[in-house]
């Protein structure tokens, strides 16, 4: 009989779906347990909740205790579980603490934000029989129980396809706001450079903010000649993979927080065969090779490195063949491969 994992995370990106899958595939049953954002009811509790952390409301929190009570705890009462595995959570009311610790199934944590970011996350790590971090930076010397591993990506989404059907130069995706200074201002100076007019260039994002997002529409929708098109502020996994793909370059500039962060699509875009521009960053080599799997740059060479590789199309061929043979270590299916090895459960 195959062992089951009961998986519980935020219902955003289709991460906890896709490592559901990714167990499945190793021959483990897998059920999930999301908890959603809070749902906002008024102009005015929208406006304060995008000028704060969203994850720190206390609605978001309820709901994380409620999907353990609800679900989690349910799940494993009516239908067992070998496995318990948690995607960052929140902050755990103590009853529903001792309840999880009175399971006696194994707790494993992936932190899905730097701790900087979700201190929860610390409280949860204390419970679990390892901890698996996407921030280099947060592991602790010597730490026993705990190991560093970025999120993986969904190689049935994020896939190559034709080279006919790449009808995008440039694609700068993510968030940005304060957390993500230096990827607004790569967009900034994207925009402004002769390389948005040589060039088909696009965005796909959002600022954080009504204000920011009415800001964009007038910068990246206006009829001037040129310029950075804002093609989407978020769009379904399915569809961002489908536009990294259709990209002859995939700008992706991480965090400015945290110490040594990696973003999933820093695997996504070389497994969609695209190349991928990202910054230099030490860390960054311990995943992937710059320069080979993908190309680097400063904030300083970020519009020269443009130019360079848009001119060299052998050279964007030779890297996105790179990247995508080296994207195949990092798929959700190997990372839980990883975790399993790790606790020994493979």
Known sequence: MS????????????????????????????????????VITSVGKLLLHRLRDPHSDRAFRREFNRVIREGLLQVVAERGADLILILKGDYLDECHAGLLQSCRIPIVLWTLDSLSRAPAQR???????????????????????????????????????????????????GSLGARYRRRGAALKRLHASPLSRDWSCGFIGSSGTIAGNLAMTLRHRSRRPGGVSWLSRRVPAGQLAGAIARSRICVNIHQDDGLMPVNPMFFAIPGCGT??????????????????????????????????????????????????????RHSYEARVAAILAQIGGA
């Open 3 to 38: 062992r089951k994992v009961v998986i519980v995370g935020p219902d955003t990106g289709g991460i906890p779906q896709s490592i559901a899958k990714a167990f499945e595939r190793l021959g483990w049953q897998a059920e999930t347990c999301l908890y959603l954002p809070p």
């Open 123 to 173: 409280i949860l790590a204390q419970m679990a029989l390892h901890t698996f971090y996407i921030d280099g930076g947060d592991l602790a010397p010597g730490a026993a129980a705990a190991s560093w591993l970025p999120l993986g990506f969904d190689a049935d989404l994020y896939r190559p396809q034709p080279a006919s059907a790449k009808d995008i130069d440039v694609l700068l995706i």
């Open 275 to 328: 190349c991928q521009l990202a910054e230099e960053s030490p860390h960054l080599a311990r995943w992937l090779r710059p320069g080979v799997d993908y190309a680097a740059c400063s904030e300083a060479s970020l519009l020269a490195e443009l130019q360079r590789l848009l001119e060299s199309p052998e050279l964007l061929e030779t890297i996105g063949c790179a990247g995508y043979l080296a994207s195949s």
